[in-house]
Each structure stands twice: as C-alpha cells, then as structure tokens.
C-alpha cells in the first residue's frame, strides 16, 4: 500500500490569501491525481500528472494550479483564495492497478 | 467517456443482515472496477477491483462484489453487515487504458446495532 502525505489536514483562511496544499509520496509513483471532494459527495478530478513536468487539468474546471518538479511532490495551489474553494481535498497516486488516497486537506476560506 | 451511477444515495440495514450496495458503469473498452469507503475526515481506502478473471472478487473486511458484463454492474455486498461498516461507498471505473477514474456520488451506508 502507498504512503501518502497530505499537509495540512486542516485549514482556516481568510479570502485573498495564496494557499499551498501539500502533497507527497515516497513510493517513486509517475501517476499522481487531485479530487476535490465537497462534504458527504463525489469526487471531482481537478488535476492530474503522469511524470516530472507533466501537468493536465481533470474534469471539474478548477481555479487551482499544479506543479510536479519531483516524482514525490504534486503540491496544489490557489493564487486567491475565496469562500467557494471550501471544499476537502484528496491526494492520489497509483501502485500498480489502483490508486491510493492521502488523508486530504479539508480547506474553509472565510 | 466513462462514468458510474450508484443509484441509492442511502441504504440502510440492521446489523447482521446482508449488505448489498448498487454500481452501474459505462465505459467504452474493457473495465477496471474499484469499491472505495470513506470514514468521516479520511480519504478513501480502497476496499477490492475487477480487472479480469473471475466475476466475484473478494476485497478487504469480508466485502465482494460480482462483476455482471452483461448488466454492466459492478454490486459490492458483505453477508452479514456490522455496525462499523457505516459509511460512505464509492464505486469507480476506468477503461483499461486510461489511468483516469470516474467516481459514483457515493451511497451513504448505515448499520443499525
């Protein structure tokens, strides 16, 4: 089983301010994917990567940016944060077959 | 394209009975299946797939699930269910040759003691 990262598991943040969620592993996996997962619903694929600067945006249009220098770190950004990015973020990356999630960050700007 | 329908947002059954929880899918090659559960405040722990061979795969904490090609179902099911199997379900595909998954929107399960 992969060992994923996801820092912090909490945040509480005022609108405009520039946010990084971390997310890492350390199993060497190419394949690495960001959901953003609104309380008790589906998962929406914001963005995925299949290797070092290798970055594609999901099905869910999203105002976030990604960014892979490493194998082991996929971190998410948003330049300005604003009450609709309230949401929980899930990290993944896949070993063999299925992927395998992070704990996520749940995210509440104010 | 692909996608999933879990047409039950809800079910609930009392602890010790069968437990059956619905996936329907469409995808355009030959399907990956995967069953996910989600806990409050975690991320999603993998529970069993389908990839091939045979329709009934067996996963973790006594769950299965049968793969029906010709109904393109994909039912988890656990024989006798307990109370801490109360939970969110997710059922996914992906065509073999896409690394993307698409998600159901979950159903909701509970266990009543």
């Known amino acids: 089983e992969a060992d994923i990262y996801q820092t912090p598991r909490y945040l509480v943040i005022g609108t405009g301010k520039k946010i990084t969620l971390e997310c890492s592993q350390t199993?060497?996996?190419?394949?690495m994917y960001w959901y953003q997962q609104d309380p008790g619903m589906e998962l929406h694929l914001i963005h995925y990567s299949y290797g070092v600067n290798s970055t594609e945006k999901g099905d869910l249009s999203s105002e976030s940016t990604v960014s892979r220098i490493r194998t082991e770190h996929f971190p998410l950004t948003l330049e300005s944060a604003r009450p609709s990015h309230t949401s929980q973020y899930l990290c993944a990356s896949i070993t063999g077959v299925e992927q395998f999630f992070g704990p996520g960050t749940r995210l509440t700007v104010l | 394209a692909q996608s999933v329908a879990q047409p039950e947002d809800q079910v609930n059954v009392a602890e010790g009975n069968p437990l059956t929880v619905k996936c329907t899918y469409s995808v355009s090659g030959n399907p990956y299946l995967f069953w996910y559960v989600q806990y409050p405040n975690r991320g999603l722990q993998f529970l069993l797939k389908y990839i091939t061979g045979d329709n009934l795969v067996k996963g973790s904490y006594g769950f299965e699930a049968e793969f029906n090609k010709s109904q393109t179902s994909f039912h988890l099911k656990k024989p006798s269910a307990l109370v801490s199997d109360s939970a969110l379900y997710f059922c996914?595909?992906?065509?073999?040759?896409?690394?993307?998954?698409?998600f159901g929107a979950g159903t909701t399960v509970t266990v009543r003691a």
């Open positions: 199993m060497g996996h190419d394949k």
């Open positions: 996914a595909v992906r065509d073999y040759n896409d690394y993307k998954l698409s």
